[in-house]
DNA sequence: AAATATATATATCGATCGCTACATGCGTCG
DNA sequence: CGACGCATGTAGCGATCGATATATATATTT
């Protein structure tokens, strides 16, 4: 049983005045203009043609470009990033656990021709220097990731070394998927690169 | 002995009315500018205000932006760019000759903190579609004998793809000099990359 | 010296950038 | 009903984008 004091609470906290326009499905559609395009070649006109809405109600639901593209890029990490700790599992060769995990970057990264490469990734080279600081966060937590598991296989001297090799094939990999190379030559590529681990973990 | 005709066509040619300012060194301002910041980050009024001109001079001198630009990818080209034949000489292991080649660029893209990277290579990620196809095509050149280089070294159906993991890396090189990674971090990536390459030519 | 040609400087152009003040429409509440 | 609150639509803000029309200054040619 609700006081009435409480049941006014929660009736005017989860009311919804008007329906205004579905915002997750808004940040779903704003994430591919950005993914597509970047940051910075996508302008609020874009998204407001794209979302059927006019500039003040994106302001009014997300905040400004900014606020927008960070809401984009929590989506993104939460749904459309690599499976880092299915592909890093423990008790597997960590030369070839690291080599499925290029190759499968390789595969996500050409998935979708008109979202190719990593968007946190590409992100960190915007002009802006605003949203370069938010996926630079956000890549961070994927680099320790693979930095940590390195940790667990390979000498302490040459773990940063070795993470930092895989972590740069991912950088090429996202711009040369960006670029159009095919899938297939990226997956080659992935190989290719883990034949260097294959020597590393030796 | 000229005649007449000859020898106006001759004086009208050469001559030059004011030196108007040193369009050479013009350039040579812009290629820092461009290469600090990329193709899109750079305006025009950041370029007349650094060449101490007025946008009409510029416009004069240079046809447009992009003219200035395209000029600017030509010198960077002739004085700028990894000397490719110096490493990729014949007679000597080519797994050595391309990782070297890779901790040159290393060093390369990190000499000067304020043109990190490879100007080419960046601007082939540009927003404006028009750089991005200028760069693209000065780096076809390059991409184009190292491809012949490991033509030379490997069987025919991996050509392609050692290749392309060379470009890939060096991609990912200059990437990461513009993010600010170390030459140390750099430099042990390309030999790191090497390992590969190693396996692939012995 | 007069005429011509060139390069400069002044002062913008129209378009687009991210963003917002303001009025209106709509729905909820006293 | 009438007052209030919120989200919308209209219209436009100041700033900057690449690029220019126009006029002036300078130097060469006749």
Redesign the pocket.
């Known amino acids: 049983m609700l006081t009435c004091e409480e049941s006014?609470i929660l009736?005017?906290s989860v009311?919804q005045?008007?329906p205004?326009?579905d915002r997750e499905n808004g940040v779903e559609i704003a994430r591919r203009l950005f993914h597509a395009s970047g940051y910075?070649a996508?302008?609020?006109?874009?998204l407001t043609q794209a979302l059927g809405?006019?500039?003040?109600?994106?302001?009014?639901?997300y905040g400004?470009?900014?606020g927008l593209f960070e809401r984009v890029l929590q989506s993104y990490c939460a749904n459309n990033t690599l499976p880092l700790e299915k592909h890093l599992r423990p008790g597997r060769p960590p030369a070839e656990a690291l080599t499925e995990l290029m190759v499968a970057a390789a595969r996500h990264y050409t998935r979708d021709p008109e979202q190719l490469g990593c968007m946190v990734t590409e992100a960190m080279q915007a002009d802006d220097q605003q949203a370069r600081a938010l996926a630079a966060s956000l890549a961070k937590t994927g680099s320790d990731v693979i930095r940590s598991y390195v940790a667990q296989y390979a000498a302490r001297k040459d773990v940063e070394r070795i993470a930092d090799y895989v972590l740069l094939n991912l950088r090429g990999l996202s711009s040369y998927a960006r670029l159009g190379y095919t899938q297939k030559k990226l997956v080659d590529c992935s190989r290719t690169a883990g034949r260097a681990l294959d020597a590393e973990f030796a």
């Open positions: 006014r009736t005017t009311r005045r008007r205004a326009f910075d996508v302008g609020i006109a874009d809405i006019v500039p003040p109600s994106l302001y009014a639901a400004s470009k900014l």
